[in-house]
């Protein structure tokens, strides 16, 4: 739960193996640069997790400096777990399920390529 003072965000894809999890990381890594950790609580899931973050995803985020190979993709049950957000951020896959709306919490659609495959 977040308090009054605290800014959530959540970045949810269907498989929380690619974008959503590249998204929590810079999100992470520029939250600690401006040191936000206190401020800023930072989540990312998926409605359907895969059972590891795609490699590519690894070895192109370590080529930033970003190690995120011991992440494990999460799950998102429903959005009723996802009221607290401030910002819903869903990474262009279609996460037809949910109607964030229905919970009172405004999201935002990245449109982004799935990495998953491509070379890095």
Avoid at 19 to 30: D, G, I, K, L, P
Avoid at 38 to 55: F, L, M
Avoid at 61 to 81: C, F, K, Q, S, W
Avoid at 96 to 117: C, T
Wanted: net charge negative; charged share 30%.
């Amino acid at each position: 739960m977040t308090s009054a003072d605290t800014i959530r965000l959540d970045f949810i894809c269907v498989h929380n193996a690619g974008r959503s999890q590249m998204a929590a990381a810079f999100a992470e890594r520029e939250r600690a640069e401006r040191g936000l950790e206190d401020v800023v609580e930072i989540h990312s899931g998926g409605t359907d997790p895969a059972e590891a973050v795609h490699e590519e995803v690894v070895d192109a985020m370590a080529e930033v400096g970003i190690d995120v190979a011991d992440r494990t993709p999460g799950y998102v049950a429903d959005l009723e777990n996802l009221k607290d957000t401030d910002y819903l951020v869903t990474m262009g896959c279609p996460i037809r399920k949910f109607n964030p709306a229905q919970y009172g919490v405004r999201s935002h659609e990245w449109n982004l390529a799935n990495p998953d495959g491509q070379d890095t």
